[in-house]
């Protein structure tokens, strides 16, 4: 069983920076492929980052690439996302979610992660 806590959103103007964090407790976490997902109002989640850690590869969404970082702290248990750039369109609300894999491969889709934070509000504005 994994827990999954997020923090770090809030409301700030196009072109500033925020940095999300993701705490897990529970289970080893280096055994999960960790992931930041997004959600705007009427619109369907979406996957933002993704990372293995015991592979040390990651995936970004097009829209986000060269604008947001994943990253984390194994021994914290603890994976960041940090977006800089920021624009009105990444308004949405953004959670954190965790995937066993074994091997490199990076869960891209919803179900195929199992743990899930409750969620962080992210609002950029024009």
């Known amino acids: 069983q994994v827990q999954l806590v997020e923090s770090g959103g809030g409301l700030v103007q196009a072109g500033g920076s925020l940095r999300l964090s993701c705490a897990a407790s529970?289970?080893?976490?280096?055994?999960?492929?960790m992931g930041w997902f997004r959600q705007a109002a009427g619109k369907e989640r979406e996957l933002v980052a993704t990372i293995n850690w015991n592979y040390g590869v990651t995936y970004y969404a097009d829209s986000v690439k060269g604008r947001f970082t994943i990253s984390g702290a194994n021994a914290k248990n603890t994976v960041y996302l940090q977006m800089n750039s920021l624009k009105p369109e990444d308004t949405a609300v953004y959670y954190c979610?965790?995937?066993?894999?074994?091997?490199?491969?990076?869960?891209?889709?919803?179900?195929?992660?199992?743990?899930w934070g409750q969620g962080t509000q992210v609002t950029v504005s024009s």
């Open positions: 979610a965790a995937a066993y894999s074994s091997g490199s491969y990076l869960p891209q889709l919803g179900y195929e992660y199992t743990y």
């Open positions: 529970g289970r080893t976490f280096s055994t999960y492929v």
